[in-house]
Structures are given as C-alpha cells and as structure tokens.
C-alpha cells in the first residue's frame, strides 16, 4: 500500500498539503511538534478538517529526536512518499542565539529523517521543501539552479542549503530517491502570521499603516500556494535526486504589490519605512523552466487573484 509521511503538517504548507492527500483519497501520516515560532492555535486550526479523516494520523513528534516510533506507524511492504516540510521558517530571527533552534529544526531533523527512510527502504520518493533563500544574493538574474554555488544571505538560508546537501548527498551514495523544491515566497489562505502580506493584511484591515523594511523595491517572486501543492504532487515522481525551483513568475516590488492589495480590498493603505533587516535580499526572481521541463510545472495563479484569496481567508 501507498503511504505519505508529510513533516510540519500543521504548518501553512504542511497542513495544505495534507488536506489536498486526503481529498486525493490517500492515507496520510503527519508529524508535527508544534513549535511556538507562531502561535499553535492557528496550527491546531490548520490541521483541524484533516483530524476528522479516518486516513490522517497525526504524531505530535519532534523529528530532531529518535525515530524508532515512526516503525510502529508503517509496514515494511508499504511503499512511503515522503514530504520533509517541517522545518524553522523565516530569515530574521535566524540570527544571534536562535540560530541553534535553525540547526535543530533544519539540519539534525533533516539528517535524522533521512537516516531513518534510508534504514526503512521501501521510500518512493524523499521530496524536501528548500527555499530561494539558499541563493542569497546572486550576480545574474533569474535564479537558475547551474549557477555556481550559491551563497545564502541569512542564517536561515545556510541551514536550508545545509539540508538540501544532505538529501543530496543520500541520493548520490546510498541510492534514496529525493528531489528539492525551492519554493519562492509563498502565500495564499494559512500563510504565517510572520509573512509580509499576511502582516499587511491586518494591517490593512486594522486601518494601519503596514510596516515595510527598507525602501519597498526591493522585489519578490510571490507563489501561490495552490501553485506550490501542485508542484509538491508532481515532484512524487522526480526521483532523480534534482533541485529545481518553484517560482510563480509574479516578480513585482512590495510597493506594486501594495498597490494591488489597494486595489483587491478597495482601501487606501498608508505605508511606514523602517531600515531594512540583516538577511533580507533585495530581488528574488525564478527560474522556473526546470521544474517545466522536468515535470511539467508552470504556475497559474496571478497576484491578484492570490491576493484575493489571502483577503477573503483572513477577513473569516
Ligand atoms: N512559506 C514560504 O514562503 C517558504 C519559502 C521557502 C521555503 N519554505 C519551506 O517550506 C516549509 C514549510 O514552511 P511553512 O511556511 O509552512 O512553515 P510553518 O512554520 O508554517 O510550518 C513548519 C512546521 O514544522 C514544524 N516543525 C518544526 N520543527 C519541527 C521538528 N523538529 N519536528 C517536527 N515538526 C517540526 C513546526 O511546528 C511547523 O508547524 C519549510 O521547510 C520552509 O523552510 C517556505
């Protein structure tokens, strides 16, 4: 029997995921130790529709500590697609004495699941969520993924890139099949309550003026999430061990972005400058055409329609 092990799945890509398995009729085992990045409410939340489905198992587990537990939870003969999406997220607290929280959550777990899948056997596919922050800050634009070796801009982005070498290198010498998707800023419904256009939603609605870092050109290839999902199930069967990006090809600066969120929710929006922070980058932009090539990944959603979809999800 097919089963998915999906890491993080309470989180906003996570529990997604999980809900778009279980609607595909798949038996689905989720793993999550509910770290207080954000608050574990919106998690629980997040993860509360898939909790009604017989098909859902949830393991409130830390995936930094022994494994053992996840035997009792598979048969050998199942065959097991792995999402390794759990991980600590976001660039700016990455720094100073909570960069061991990122080497934890990042790297020991992401070394720790593949010690396990590679002892296990029987893994259809080990497919990791990477992240554009791996790039840092590169000479030439879009971001392809030949370039020479990229250089994070963040600590966060170290321990990203870190894991990546990871589940390349079990590839490469143990033969797990694996594929890392870098995913370029994502939103839509769940994003987390940390994430730009999340904060200038409730801002927005709030009648406050949003907070930018920096001077608000800096620009961002947004993805919708329904976009990266999609990529996520096509990359079951890119076992090849590739990193390819996910990037919605929506690359605008903050300040257009605002403007259409001026526009979707048909107000006028203030906007307060304060200095940019340490780690953030001033363009990301994709390529996306080896995730096209590879697996037939393009992505369809437009700003303003995402944008639409966050409004209406946090206006609930
Ligand atoms: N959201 C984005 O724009 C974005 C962009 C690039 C990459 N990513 C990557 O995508 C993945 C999901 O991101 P997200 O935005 O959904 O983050 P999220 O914080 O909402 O979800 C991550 C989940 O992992 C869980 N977790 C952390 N450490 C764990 C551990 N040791 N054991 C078990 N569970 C643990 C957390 O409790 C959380 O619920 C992450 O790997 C992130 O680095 C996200």
């Known amino acids: 029997m097919k089963k998915y092990l999906v890491t993080g ?9 999980t809900d778009k398995l279980l609607s595909e009729g798949a038996s689905v085992i989720g793993i999550d130790v509910f770290r207080d990045y954000y608050d574990v409410n919106i ?13 859902f198992t949830l393991l409130e587990k830390d995936l930094s500590a022994n494994l053992g537990f996840l ?4 048969d050998s003969s199942d065959e097991l697609v792995i999402y390794h999406l759990a991980a600590q ?8 004495s909570d960069f061991r929280i990122y080497t934890r959550d990042n790297i020991d777990a992401t070394q720790n699941l593949l010690e396990w899948a590679y002892d296990r056997g029987g893994i259809k596919n080990f497919v990791y969520a990477s992240s554009s922050s791996i790039y840092g800050v590169p000479e030439v634009l879009p971001m392809t993924e030949d370039q020479t070796v990229p250089i994070p801009h963040s600590p966060y982005g170290v321990t990203k890139l870190a894991a990546e070498n990871l589940v390349r290198l079990y590839t490469a010498n143990m033969g797990l099949p694996s594929v890392s998707l870098r995913f370029f800023t994502v939103y839509g419904p769940r994003q987390r309550p940390d994430m730009a256009f999340n904060r200038f939603i409730r801002s927005a609605f709030n009648g406050k003026a949003i907070g930018v870092f920096g001077n608000g050109r800096q620009t961002r290839d947004f993805t919708y999430i329904d976009d990266i999902i999609n990529g996520l199930r096509l990359a079951e069967n890119s076992t090849k061990g590739l990193a390819m990006n996910l990037g919605g090809g929506n690359r605008v600066t903050l300040l257009h ?3 259409t969120l001026a526009e979707v929710m048909d107000r006028k929006i203030e906007i307060e400058f304060s200095e940019s922070k340490l780690g953030d980058v001033p363009d990301t932009w994709a390529s996306a055409e080896l995730a096209f090539t590879e697996m037939g990944w393009k992505p369809s959603v437009s700003l303003e329609e995402g944008l639409k979809q966050e409004v209406n999800w946090l206006s609930g």
């Open 43 to 55: 998690k629980r939340r997040n993860i509360a529709s898939a909790l009604q489905n017989p098909s």
């Open 71 to 74: 035997n009792n939870f598979t």
């Open 257 to 259: 972005t605002i403007e």
């Open 89 to 96: 997220a976001g660039v700016r607290k990455s720094w100073g």
């Open 9 to 17: 799945c309470a989180g906003f890509i996570g529990s997604t995921l």
